[in-house]
């Protein structure tokens, strides 16, 4: 089975900070890679497909970038809102794991 | 509204079976891939099954054998028969919508469903 390794598995940042998340596969995925986002008590909500495609509805702030085993998730600005969790998932092979999520804290 | 809410949780001893009902509006189950991801109290999120628009079906190691995906065409439901429920088992569940563009992601979520399986 491949495996996602997401880092750091915290993240304490401000308000209007820039954060990187990084999320690494065992083997190459190609760009089959989503990003998502989940608050306490709720579904998770999708942020990027594709590695890099921007769902809609989701603010420009968020970006994807990445391919094969070496994938990020940049948000450019950091909105009250934005602080959550955030978990990767590869949709190449099954099983589709999800990375072990990144929990995004507030400074 | 596009939307999926799942129904059917509860309580239940180990080794019992338990059948969970997620129901979509706003778009058609059997055109799509369907699936089911759980969470553990605490927990990262877990894949557990899919259902592809033609029928075929796949599951994780961890309930190959014991759970069974399903959907009814005529109600738009998708369904997750679980049977010899462990401890291990006990999470939220949630269906969702897997939109196939390049494979993409799940794009859709019900609110989940909590599932307790003990004695």
């Known amino acids: 089975d491949i495996q996602l390794t997401q880092s750091p598995s915290f993240l304490s940042a401000s308000v209007g900070d820039r954060v990187t998340i990084t999320c690494r596969a065992s083997q190459g995925i190609s760009d089959y890679l989503a990003w998502y986002q989940q608050k306490p008590g709720k579904a998770p909500k999708l942020l990027i497909y594709?590695?890099?495609t921007l769902h809609s509805g989701v603010p420009s702030t968020f970006s994807g970038s990445g391919s094969g085993t070496e994938f990020t998730l940049t948000i450019s600005s950091l909105q009250p809102e934005d602080f959550a969790t955030y978990y990767c998932?590869?949709?190449?092979?099954?099983?589709?794991?999800f990375g072990q999520g990144t929990k995004l804290e507030i400074k | 509204e596009v939307q999926l809410v799942e129904s059917g949780g509860g309580l239940i001893q180990p080794g019992g079976s338990l059948r969970l009902s997620c129901a979509a509006s706003?778009?058609?189950?059997?055109?799509?891939?369907m699936s089911w991801v759980r969470q553990a109290s605490g927990k990262g999120l877990e894949w557990v099954s899919v259902i592809y628009s033609g029928g075929s079906t796949y599951y994780a190691d961890s309930v190959k054998g014991r759970f069974t995906i399903s959907r009814d065409s005529s109600k738009n439901m998708l369904y997750l028969q679980m049977n010899s429920l462990r401890a291990e088992d006990t999470a939220v569940y949630y269906c969702?919508?897997?939109?196939?563009?390049?494979?993409?992601?799940?794009?859709?979520w019900g609110q989940g469903t909590m599932v307790t399986v003990s004695s």
């Open positions: 969702a919508r897997w939109l196939q563009l390049g494979n993409a992601a799940f794009d859709i």
């Open positions: 706003g778009f058609i189950v059997s055109s799509n891939y």
């Open positions: 998932q590869l949709l190449s092979t099954y099983p589709l794991t």
């Open positions: 594709t590695a890099s």
